[in-house]
Structure formats: C-alpha cells, structure tokens
C-alpha cells in the first residue's frame, strides 16, 4: 500500500501521557476516559431546559414578520422557530423537536415542496386557510390538526383578508441527525387541488374505506398480490377540532373524570398519527390536574385554550391561552387548570418506544414548588 | 407392558388386501388411497351451496316463534339458523358461519351469557332494543352493527312495544371445529347497566382514547409495565348505521364512484373488528355492479336496503330489501344493484388470512348467466 | 320479481308448532332452541377421543401395505391415516389434524404435488430419502423435521434398498373446513433438484442470509421498494436431529432442569414454522412428568424415543417407542418417563392462538388413575 | 397574572428589521428563513466525512494507553473513541453511532455497570476474556459478536496473560440526542456468573426454547396471562465466529456467488438483534465487489480479514485487516476485495427503518476513483 511510508513507525508512540493525548487528537482519536461521566453521567442530565414562549410576545413578532418579511424574501415560509435556550443557539425546541409559529398573511401562499421530516400544523388563529397534501386541500379551522406527512407534497393558502397564526410540529432536529434530510421543491408554486379534506371522509370515521391488513405479517404464499397496506403515516390528514372536542366532552362524561386524553391515531394501525411524533390533546376541568411524572423524551406543549399552570422540576411555569411551553426529557411534570383547558401536546415518545428506550416514573408526592418562571 | 398379549402377531397381518383393510380399519388406521381425490380434489369444491333466503318467507315465520316459542321455551334465545342445504342438515350457514335470524318480542329480555364464539348483531327491523355487552348498553337501531366479541357478556332487551330483528352472524362452526366452545351463564338474568355507548364514545370517533401501543413489538427493557394494550377483539363496539351511511355518501361523493366500500375495523389497531370476522358494508348505486370475482372463504350477504342481483357460478339470484344469501368459497360471484343497495357482509377472510390460505382471483369476463335460482 | 307467485302467503304459517317445524325444514330454517346446549354447552364438549396406535400393529400393517398397494394404485402416496375414534369414520386424529403413517419402498419415489394445506414429515424409520420441496433436496434422517408449506411443490424419494417411514401432520381438516384446499400435480414424476439441504445452510444457523424486515410495519413512504419478506411459513425447510439434539441437552444441562422443550420456529420472524401447526419435540430425562394442563386445541404425539406414560382425563396411556397419542382439546394430560424420553408434538395451537381462541388451565393436582387404555 | 408588567406592549416591537432580529433572539425566537437552506437544502448533506482508521495506527496507541492509563484512572474503560473529523471534535464516529477500540490488560477487569445505550463488542484481537451479561458468561474470540443491550449489566475480564482489544459499537450519539441516557453502576466490581454461554445454549441454533409469540399482537380476552414474549434486544448475546463462518461458507457454496451476507437476528423476532443497530458480515472473495450503492444512514465497517478498498464518493479507501471505516449517509460506496475479506458492519438502518425514513439508491454505473485517502 502506497501510504505506508506516510504513517509514523509504531515505536514513534512511546510517548508521554501528554505526548499521546496529541498523538490521539492527530489521528482522529478520543480517549473516553476523558468525557466518561459527560457522556454517560450517574444522573440523567437533559440540554433542553423547561421553557415558556408567552403568546402576547409571540403575536405582536410574529405581526411585525408579517411585515417587513416577505415570502419570497423569507425563504418559502415565514415562520419563527421556538429556540431552547439550553441548546447553544440551535433553532430548536428539545434536541429531537422543532417548535414554531407559522404566519401566513391574507391572500398569501407558500408554495409547494415536500421533505422527509414530518411535520403538523396545529391552528392557533384564522380560519380560511387550507393546506394541500399530496392534492387532498384540508381545511384548517382554530384547533384542527392537519399533518404533512414524510415526503407528502405540501402548499399553504390563505384566501381571506386576515392572517392566519399556526403551530409548527416538526421532527426536524431527530431527522438532521440522522442524517436524512432531504428536500424538494414542487414543479409549480401550489399543487392543483384534486380533491377537498377526502382524507377525512374516507378515514375520519372509524370505518375503513380499505380492506384492513391482514392479522398477520402478510397474505400467505397461495395468495395473489394485493395493494400495499400502506406507510408509517397516517392516510388520515386532517382531525377537526369539532371532532376532538366532542370525543373530549364525551370522555369527560362517560367516565366522570375531571381529566380526559385523546390520542391522534393513524386509523390504519391505531399507532401514532405519525412514526415520529405522539400527538395528543389533554382536556382539565377548572380546578383539575395531572400526577406529577416523569418521562424520557420531549414534548411541546400549545396551551390551545384555558389558563392554569404547570410545574416542572419544581418551578412553576404560569400558562394563559396560545402559550407554548416545553417539558424536557426526564423533568417532573404535573399540569394545573385554573379553568377549563385544552391542552395540546406533540412529544417524540413513538421514537422512544420503537427503539426501546422508553421510561416513565410516577412520581408520588406533588414536588414543592420552589421557583416561579418569569420569562426574559 | 401389559396389552402386549392382546396385540396380533406381525405375521397375522399377512394377509389379503381385503382382509388388510378389515384390519386396518379395527385399529383405528384409514387408507389415504381410498379417499384421496376427494380430499384433495384436482378441482376446488365447496359442500356450501350458493343460496338466498326470502325476507318474506322468513318474516312470517319468525313472527310465528314468536308466538310459539317463549325464550324460556326456547332456551334463552328465539333464532331461526339460516341452514345452507348443503350441509346435510347441520344449522350453519357456511362451514365457517353461522347466519340467523333472531327475534325478540315486546318487552322481552334474552339473558345474560358468554361464549368463546364471536358474534355480531346487524339490525333489520324495529327499535327501542339494546345489547349489554360487559356493562356498557349498545344501543340497536336498523343498520347498526353491534359486536359481542370471544368471552364478552352480553344480553339483549326491548323496552318496546314493537318486536324486533336483526341477523346475528357467529364464527361458530368454526369455533366447534376447533373443539374450542366454551359457554357460561351469567349469575343474574341480565347485566347492570353501566355504561350507554360508552365504546362509541371513546372509541368511535377514530382518535384513540388510550395511548396507542408502540410501533415496535413491545416496550423496552427499560420501560415500566404498563397497561395491556388490549385483545384482538376491537373496544368499539357499535358502529352505528348514521356513520356508516355518512361515510359511504362522502366516499361515493369524494370518489366519483358507483361503488363504495367500508370496512368495520378495531380502531386499536386497523384491523377487521373482530379477529375471526371480515365485516363491510357495500352502497352500490342505481345501475352498478361489481367486478366478478371469487375469493377463499364463505360470506353471507344482508340487503339491508334496496335491490338487485348477484350471479353465483352462473345462476342469477334476485334479492330484494333484507333478503339473504350465501357465497360459499372460490364461487365467480358479482353483484348488480337495480336501485340504490346497502349489502352487508359477513365473511370468514381475516381466518383464511391469518393462516396465510387466502387467495383471490379476479375473473375478466362476466360468467353468462345460464339459470335463476328459485328458492323452494 | 318473478318468483312472487312461488312464495307462500304470509298468513299460510300460522301453524302448529308442529307444522312450523316443518315449515322452517322446508325453508331451509333451523331452530336454535332445539340444538342449543348441543352447540354451545354448559361444561366443554370435545369429539375427539384421547387415544393411542402401537407401533407394533402399525407396522406390520405399513408393510403389508407396502407389499399390496403400488404407488400407482395407492393414489401418490401410501398413507394409513391415524382415524380418530370419536370422529365417526372421517380419517382425522383431531377436527383440526391428521396425523398419519407414510411409507415409501426400496427405490420407490411418491410424485410431486402441490396443495394449500400444510404437511410436516417426521422421520422415524430408514435413512436415503430425500424430500424436494420447490428444488430443494432436503434429507430426512429419523428424528429430522421438514416442512412443506402451503403451496410448495414436493415429492418423495427413497434411493435405499430398505423401505423408510414417516409420521405426516397436515392441517388438512381445518383447511377443508375452510374449504380452501387447492390441489395441483407437478407435470413431471418429480422435481429437478437444484439444491441440497440449502435452506438450512441458509437459514438453520440462527443468523439471516437476507436483510432483517423492518421493525416496524414497513418501510416508509420515502423507502424504494424492496423484495417482500416473505410469506407466513418458515424458509428454513428442514431441521435435523442433530441440531434438536444438541439443543434439547444443552438446555437440559444449561437449565439443571429434568425436562426441556424446543419449538420449531420460522426463523424469519420468531413464530411458529407454519402459521397453523405448532410443532415441538420434549424431552424428559428418565423418571420426569410434566405438570397436569389442559389446553383448547388438540395435539398429535409420535413417541421418538423411549417410553413412559400420560395420563389424560384420568386414564393411563402407556406408551413405548413409535407409538402416536393424540391428546384432545381441553382434556388434562400429564406425561410420564420411565426412561429417557423424547416426544415430538404437533398442534393446532397457532391457529387458536391467532384467532384469539386459546387458553390453557394448568391443573394443582395429579388426578388419580382410574383406568388404564387398551387398545382394541 | 403578575408577570405581565414584565412583558413588552404590543407596539413596542414596531420596529426595524433589524431591532426586530435583536427583539427575536431575546424571546428565544428564531427566524427559520435565515437557516432555511441550511437546514432543509436542496441537495443531501452530511456532517459526518467518509473516513479510515488504520489498525498499525490504532493498534500502538492502544498499547500505549494500556500502559500510561489505568481503569481506575480512565474511568470504568479504556477506550478509544474514532472521532469523525467532520464532527467538529465531538468522539462520534457518526451523528449516530459510537465506535470505538477497547483494550483491556492480562487479568484486568472492566468493571459492571449498566446503560440505556445499547452496544455490542465484536472481537479483533486475543482470548480469555469473557464478558458477563446480566450473569451469563459470554466467551469472546476474534470474529465473535457478543451483545450488551440496553439496560444490561456487564463487565469485562481479563484471565489471560495477554491484552485484548475488540471494537465497541453503540448508538450512543442517537440515545444523547433523545436525552434518553441513564447510567447506573452494578454494586460489586463484578457480577456473580451464573451461567456461561447459556444465551448461546439456549437460542442459538434456530430452535426456540420457549413457546413463541403468537402470530397476532398478542393472546386472546379469553386467554390465560402467560409470560411476556420479552424485549426488542434479542435474548442470543452471542454469535460466535465459527458459526458465522460456516455459514458464510455455505451460502457462497449454496449459491455459487463470490459475495455473501448474514445478518445477525433477534431468533425470537427474526429482525435486527438490536432495536438500534443493525449487524452484519459480508464476507467478499478475492476479486469480488458489491454494486454502488447510498443509503440514508450511516454505518461502521470493521474489516476482520483480507485487504481491498472502497470507493466512497469517488474517493479510494484502501484497507487491510482491522482497519476501521465510515461509510456516512447517503455516500454513495462500494467494496472490492483483493484477496478474501470479511467485513464486519454495525450501522443505524434499524433506527431509518421503524422511523420510515429509510431510502437507498443502487447506482447503475461505478463511479469514477478521482482521489485516493490518504489518512493525516
């Protein structure tokens, strides 16, 4: 081999402690012993720090975006990243989640483009906006989820006179990580609408349109080929907050609890909507709360309506409608209503149990709030 | 070993081929050669017959049990089994199915059981009745589906003046062939009443009450126990005939087709509702018609409205409002509806799926229709 | 419609309750209360009988069998079928399995076929036969194992001087009941061979030749296509004695325990090696019993080596080396060495299982003896 | 709410673009269209650079540590981390994976502990050394993979005269990334050893010990609870070399092709034995080459035996035994054997695939070698 010449003699490192640490660096080395307890600490550490955005500060920037940035000038979208502050100035809101506040002024598009991260919008404002998915146009009304799935074509249009404010869920920081980002832009600036919310009349009922998969892994040998059962996605694209909503007060009802969840499922799988992202909404009477628990994984958590608060790890966080907050991997939380609130909430746990490293602790003691968050 | 005396000597069966076969059949032991073409047949057969039974000759009859037969009489449910004439009398509609009509009268009450068996109820006629199933009361009304799954408790009960009817659909030819029938009465003539439509409300509105299980297997090594994720038997247990319709109308709509389908699924986990049970609803529109096709496994076919007919290897079937037919295995069968028609469908396809025996095949051209048949 | 006029008049039913019996005959109708405990009764019925066939009568019978009927006269194969009892005439050893006895003469090749039900050969007499199964030549050496699945072409052939014998299982009765056996003969006498036991060099190591599937249900909308996983039935095709052995002593030693159980798995997902027969060989070291269970699904026993006895329901089977037992659904069965004992077992446990239909009762106590079998 | 004072008024953010920047970074809030392309751009990009560690680099400065750094001084291991150059000095071989050579001294123990990352060892030098998994014995000799799944405990020993090294693999950086680490040393130095190669005994021969997990999601309602059919790690903690050999050896004579793969499986579930690592050997003879190929994910390549090169974005890397490599996401690679090599590959396919995010491209033609590395 041609580079022998060029490697240093193997008695060249009988060296010093010092010497060696050098000569480790030079060859792409790195000695563990040195970053042992920082990689692998006796207690669970966590970069992302709680936090709280407050919407009367987001609203008025996000305004001001509207303003001075133009879609064109503002890349394709006009949006404001959630950025944790424990995370060195990346625009993220955990280490496996991407927060933020999307802006689309009247009679305003962004144009089409799909990439591999999964996205979902979750409306906080506006109404006469829909977004295109591969086609399918779905409405977004002020508490619809709408989900762009993995490499789904997706536009933005608003035909009405006001602007319109969403939530922006992405799994972005995991996917960077992996390495798997890739993007495209669409042909043209919006795709032709083929049809309006079908998705939804065919898999928002709880009767598949399909026939389902089989039980089992798949078809026997004997069996003649049949269309694929699907991806990871949901074929479900759009869940409208009149139906959340009545699934909520129908729990609430039917179980006398004064706390009820409701999971956004993929209707083909009855997993998470999306592989990436658990996506759920957390119904509380005035008054109620939540045991306090710990979880490994991330969530974001949009305050959609209501006010209470939210202890974490001992600081209690003070939410009002549209605030966002954050709850780290592995932080004690536990959520209070002051009044009746919904509480939306997109977490990174089906990656966490897809790869078996899911974990949670019930705590059981209510922690003493010790601190109160103020934000800068 | 002490039956060694009262066994023959091996040279005692050195003997004629029909001294042989005498002797074969003394020690419990069946020459294949004998039977071998009918068990396995150069072409597939069917001991199911294709039949279609007449609402008009059925209604009166079970008008007439009604009369005649008291549920105590008559055990402790009032059923007319749909017999297929092939069967050499044994009640079943299919080899695999169970099709009847149940009747129960004003003011009656079937009691409380359960069994391994898993049933459906699909409602033909009349209202003011419900299915307690493990507590929750299922509210019955023409065109709903109604489950009691494997080991369920469940009782029936009119609180009206009117009788009424629906078809109960079981996998209990199976089940008995598989020695597994287990039956148990319940302590009391029917069940507390603790719920009313309670599954409908968690679970029918396609986003899940409970965290939806993982992607993968099962939770890690790491993750804390929780809660089972349930059986295969779906928690919804009334599909009600209003969203059925909905869905249909949207999809026939959405689609531009004359033809839709809908299939009752676990909303756990996307698959057919029960796990021995295939479950659909077919709208066809005024004029259309399926493709001819034949498919492993039996199906019984409800016309819970319109009318039409189906060809079954060439023999044309007319079918009118609630009427009812079989269509055994591997029979060419294609429908054609008159005016708008709802069929729905019982088959055995997730068993024949599970076991890897499923198969299709889609015919190109219409069989010639070479004879009509006509009911006795 | 047209056949109006052939239907009885409504009111021409009301009848006796003698005459509407008849009536409901006449209409293909059954009533239920009349078989109702006889469908579903109030402790669990099962057809089939415990019983046992001596391999000192089955012999001979197999021999005389091979002297008297040709390959050719027989059909293509020379089978004597293990006949149930209970089962009334029909050559079955439980509803769901037969379990018979194949012999194939000196230089004597059965021919290739294919058919939907799944077959297991078990060696227990002869050595130079080979089974084909879709051109891969597989070995059979008593105590061997080997499948041919659902579908798969395979033919029989003996290049010894001496006869060899085999126990088959086949799910045959249940796929009958599912009336789903599809039959097709190979146009040649037998297969070309264009491998030699390659399934187990392939994939009898525990290590797979090919990519593992995905965790997940498949690969993501953003994945290419790539080849199916394969179907519900194991690739691996033979599993040696040799390997069961090891295995089975192993354990024994590994697990200081005096019985050890092995299952025959498709090593391409974990499950059973055919999606409707559990297979598995026990072995227990002289003076060991196995606890009291009785289990829904019936089970077909070839005593490999050994001898012992079981006690099912309470009566003693003794059994010695060869002989087959078949232990019927629900009946308590307990196995007893004298001497170091293997037992190779088929069941229908997976379909139970993939049904939701199993259950098992481990019993506390022995229950007494109280008869002792003899076969007639 | 009290901490409304603190908050700006609406107008005060009527402000420049540039104060609107300022306004933004003081409310954690980041501007997306700054870092659009950057994080989503047009074409793929990877921070982790194609890279080659040579063993008779690695090897001395090994030796070297064994000498200046004690366990006790090196924290619980001795090990040094390949640290991609492109990773700006983080010690990950990828974004993804951790690989790493550890070296443990004549009769040194490295001592127990456990961690949620999942790791496996694969062996490159030496013998006498066994690691201890939760108390199973795993004897380790060059070519032997051995597993430490997630939240096993294990430590390493030494009872020979001679060091040993072996290459570390874990999904460190991925598990940091899900904030998802948690650490916890085992009481003792070591732990007890209660059996030795059990996992091996038990599980590594393609045979099941235990029943095996339905082939649906899990028993029925009726069902008895039975034993959780366990974790997503697989139960076989070791695949010795001669195993895969052999294999090897037989796939290339079964098939007559110069290239052969195993991949080591999880027997109870036939995917990856480890839910996060994927695991192979490819073993090429001389002369052999794979097809260009780039796939979304990143993986490890340990060469065991032989000499060759690969060509990775048209760069040459020439490796000889026990060179280390990194092939990164989406670089398009492909392997050419100058005598007969195997190549050992730890990757994250695993993670890309239960995430839907897995892709890759086969390209048609061998991209041209227009540079050659040549390592500092």
Chains 1, 2, 3, 4 share one sequence.
């Not at 992405?170 to 609408?193: C, I, K, M, N």
């Not at 999306?274 to 305050?303: K, Y």
Request: charged share 20%; net charge negative; proline share 8%.
């Amino acid at each position: 081999m041609t580079d022998q010449a060029l490697s240093p003699p193997v008695d060249a490192v009988e060296v010093s402690y010092e010497e060696l640490c050098g000569a480790l660096a030079a060859k792409n080395l790195s000695p563990l012993w040195k970053v042992n307890r920082e990689l692998m600490p006796l207690e669970h550490r966590s970069s992302t720090l709680p936090w709280l955005w407050r919407w009367r500060s987001l609203l008025p920037m996000a305004r001001r975006c509207g303003e001075l940035i133009t879609i064109d000038r503002g890349g394709d979208r006009r949006v404001l990243a959630l950025a944790n502050p424990g995370l060195q100035g990346r625009p993220y809101t955990s280490t496996t989640l991407w927060g933020a506040i999307q802006y689309l002024g009247p009679h305003e598009s962004a144009p089409a483009h799909r990439h591999t991260p999964n996205a979902i919008r979750f409306v906080i404002e506006g109404e006469g906006v829909w977004t295109t998915v591969n086609g399918d146009a779905c409405d977004m009304l002020p508490g619809d989820l709408i989900l762009t799935p993995s490499w789904h074509w997706h536009d933005h249009n608003n035909s009405a006179d006001r602007p319109m404010l969403w939530f922006d869920g992405l799994d972005l920081p995991l996917v960077g990580v992996l390495e798997a980002v890739f993007f495209e832009l669409y042909p043209d600036e919006t795709q032709p609408v083929v049809s309006r919310n079908l998705s939804e009349l065919l898999y928002g009922k709880g009767i598949a349109p399909h026939e389902p998969r089989p039980g089992s892994v798949r078809d026997g040998s004997a069996g003649t080929a049949r269309a694929p059962a699907g991806g990871l996605a949901s074929p479900l694209l759009r869940y409208p907050y009149t139906t959340t909503d009545a699934q909520l007060e129908a729990m609430l009802a039917g179980t006398r609890s004064d706390v009820a969840t409701v999971h956004f499922v993929n209707p083909a799988n009855g997993r998470s909507a999306l592989p990436t992202l658990g996506l759920s909404m957390v119904r509380l009477l005035a008054g109620a709360a939540t045991a306090p628990v710990r979880r490994a994984g991330s969530s974001i958590v949009v305050v959609f309506r209501g006010s209470g608060y939210t202890v974490m790890n001992g600081t209690r966080f003070d939410w009002g409608e549209k605030d966002i907050f954050v709850v780290p991997s592995w932080v004690a939380a536990e959520h209070h209503a002051l009044e009746r609130s919904d509480l939306f909430v997109t977490s990174d746990r089906p990656v966490l149990e897809a790869l078996g490293l899911y974990r949670e602790e019930m705590l059981d003691e209510e922690q003493s709030v010790s601190a109160r968050f103020v934000p800068l």
